[in-house]
């Protein structure tokens, strides 16, 4: 995000003689005025004259962009915009918060509708709801996005991953091609060193460490294919990890980490309960955590499945890809739509889990409660840089239900001969839900894992 003002403006920081004008002009434009310091805000000046202003404001666990103005006689030139960008740039956190009763405006610069506060700005949302302006919203800006890697930096990334992960098949399934009525080829990400996908991810990280973050190790929450990742890519580089789980993990997934050296930590019933300890670890120990889909060297390790897809299939038409927490349908979008504009890239969540569907839909970011047996899909909450990023680029979504997953399983064995998790089958049901739309082209469906444990596996073929 870059800012551009008029040449003949300025930025400079506010001093105490400000304030009287910030304040007077704040209090006419029914703007917030409480608190005010004059280190809280950035002033635009013409000729030593004051004619814009905008307030980064501080509470006791997070920042809020605030208190924006320009003067009557310079609006419609641009000015706030400016503003608000350099704001944006200086902002002391990555997540940029604003309450608004002007959603459009804010739209124009990248922001998204949230139903996701910080408990301070929902306090603040709900008095302004109450009080002066009904319509306010809280809405989200995560600068991560424009770290987000490039085609240059998934090309490294390929190199830096070389020498430890081979490159998995993409196998043509004739028995689902012919079934489907389309061109069914399957992207055997199950045949990973740790059975998914995220292991691409978790090394190309690990080699991006300096020596001190080494020392102080990696620190992440999983329900079990981004620990295992990022157990994996530790034990290969010599680095402590801490992988913070549900209660009720899966033991299959558990036991690989430890045996990969990784220390597991059990925290809450659910995903999301995990990842609140795991990030209050990192900040209490200075360990790096590593996000499911907000690291731009993870996803830049997941995209290299991309790079490989159109190399083995350069006429693909769809890819069909599980969203979890985002990173492997977010690295399709970044790098298979570069390389081939024309594809279509769809994403599929469990209906169990459907916050980033509903976000995506709803252009709004959410919540949803977590009831489905595809571990690598249970989140309960969307993030910012993968929702914008699907509504940016994400040509559909679909949910797939329990029984739809276990088909999928069921077929995949019948057709391929191998075993997918729930999650990693995801593709296959939404293929085998979407079938119509599919006629005549050529599909690759991500497995994305096979970590299935026997228990699943034999209630899953008895029910069949």
Not at 42 to 70: H, K, Q, S
Not at 147 to 170: E, G, K, N, S, W
Not at 313 to 320: A, F, G, N, S, T
Request: glycine share 8%.
């Amino acid at each position: 995000m870059t800012t551009e003002t008029a040449p003949d403006v300025e930025f400079e920081p506010a001093t105490a003689e400000d304030l009287p004008l910030i304040r007077e002009t704040a209090d006419r434009m029914i703007l917030d005025t409480d608190d005010l310091a004059p280190e809280q805000f950035i002033t635009v000046r013409r000729d030593g004259n004051i004619i814009g202003f905008g307030r980064i404001r501080p509470y006791n666990e997070t920042y809020e962009l605030a208190t924006l103005a320009v003067v009557e006689e310079e609006r419609g030139h641009g000015l706030g915009e400016a503003i608000s960008r350099e704001l944006i740039r200086r902002f002391p956190q990555d997540e940029v918060y604003v309450v608004t009763d002007v959603v459009e405006y804010w739209e124009r610069l990248g922001f998204i509708c949230t139903d996701i506060l910080p408990p301070e700005l929902e306090t603040k949302r709900t008095t302004a709801c109450e009080t002066l302006r009904p319509g306010a919203t809280g809405m989200i800006y995560d600068r991560l996005i424009e770290r987000m890697p490039t085609l240059a930096d998934v090309y490294a990334a390929r190199t830096a991953i070389a020498p430890h992960l081979q490159r998995t098949p993409l196998i043509h399934n004739p028995k689902l091609s012919r079934e489907l009525d389309c061109d069914i080829h399957v992207k055997m990400e199950m045949l990973q060193p740790i059975g998914a996908f995220k292991v691409r991810g978790g090394i190309n990280l690990a080699s991006t460490l300096d020596e001190e973050e080494r020392l102080r190790g990696i620190i992440g929450a999983s329900t079990g294919n981004h620990g295992q990742s990022l157990a994996y890519a530790a034990n290969l580089l010599g680095i402590p990890c801490l992988i913070a789980m549900p209660e009720e993990a899966n033991p299959m997934k558990v036991e690989s980490m430890r045996a990969l050296g990784a220390q597991v930590e059990f925290h809450g019933t659910d995903f999301e309960l995990a990842r609140e300890w795991a990030e209050g670890h990192a900040r209490e120990t200075g360990m790096r955590y590593v996000h499911h889909v907000n690291s731009p060297e993870l996803v830049a390790g997941v995209a290299t499945i991309s790079i490989e897809i159109i190399e083995d299939l350069p006429d693909v038409d769809v890819i069909i890809a599980p969203v979890g927490g985002g990173s492997s349908a977010v690295s399709h979008c970044i790098v298979a739509k570069a390389l081939r504009p024309e594809v279509e890239v769809i994403g599929v969540q469990a209906a169990g889990a459907p916050a980033f569907y509903r976000s995506w839909k709803e252009r709004r970011i959410q919540e949803a409660g977590i009831d489905t047996a595809a571990e690598g899909l249970a989140t309960g909450r969307a993030y910012y840089v993968a929702v914008k990023t699907f509504i940016d680029h994400l040509d559909d979504m679909v949910l797939v239900t329990e029984d739809e997953i276990d088909e999928a399983i069921r077929t995949l064995i019948r057709t391929t001969h191998v075993v997918a998790e729930q999650a990693g089958a995801t593709s296959t049901a939404a293929a085998m839900q979407i079938r119509d739309s599919l006629k005549g082209k050529k599909v690759v469906l991500i497995a994305s894992g096979g970590n299935l444990t026997l228990d699943a596996l034999r209630r899953i073929l008895n029910s069949g």
